[in-house]
């Protein structure tokens, strides 16, 4: 299964300065629960900001220029296709985890979002999530973390 997983904020922000403008850990604690034991997907500005592949996930570093020193559990894809392709061989689930020019490229193959709502809005926010990514998609569920915050599960409707 293809899943897109975002925190986002009422602005529709997502990032500020190469980075989450914000720090909640129940949020973090849940994404790391969530996709452990996966392979996530993600763009050169998500791969910076992060700086290093992330424990027990196979990291998937979507780029057409950027260059990788080889490290273990990372792969270097050229193209959406090629992304695709490796995911037929995956174990486990693919997360899109960003940015917002990834999750548009695979907007159309993500099969359920997890949205974690963030109740606030950022100022100076330089990267945000088209404002219509649930298109096509159903609230299934929503799972209430620690600090108040609400993750929204949709999955895609039936066509």
């Known amino acids: ?4 997983i975002v925190a986002i904020a009422e602005n529709q922000a997502i990032g500020k300065d190469g980075k ?7 949020d973090l604690k849940f994404f790391k629960q969530t996709t452990s034991g996966n392979a996530i ?5 998500t791969w910076a900001s992060i700086a290093r592949p992330l424990p027990n996930r196979l990291s998937v570093v979507l780029s057409r220029s950027l260059e ?13 296709d090629e992304v695709l392709a490796l995911a037929q061989f995956l174990k486990g689930d693919l997360y899109v ?8 490229s695979f907007g159309d193959v993500i099969d359920r ?5 963030i ?12 404002q219509n990514f649930l298109d096509g998609f159903a609230l299934s569920d929503t799972i209430i973390l ?4 609400a993750v929204e599960r949709y999955d895609r409707a039936a066509s």
Request: proline letters at 9%; glycine letters at 12%.
């Open 68 to 80: 990788i020193e080889h490290e273990p559990n990372v792969v270097l894809t050229r193209s959406r």
């Open 41 to 45: 997907v993600m763009g050169a500005n």
């Open 97 to 104: 985890i960003g940015g917002s020019r990834t999750y548009e």
């Open 1 to 4: 299964m293809i899943i897109g």
């Open 119 to 130: 109740p606030e809005t950022v100022d100076g926010a330089d990267v945000f999530m088209p």
């Open 20 to 26: 989450l403008p914000w720090h909640y850990p129940a």
């Open 146 to 149: 620690d600090g108040g915050l």
């Open 113 to 117: 979002w997890l949205v974690t709502r």
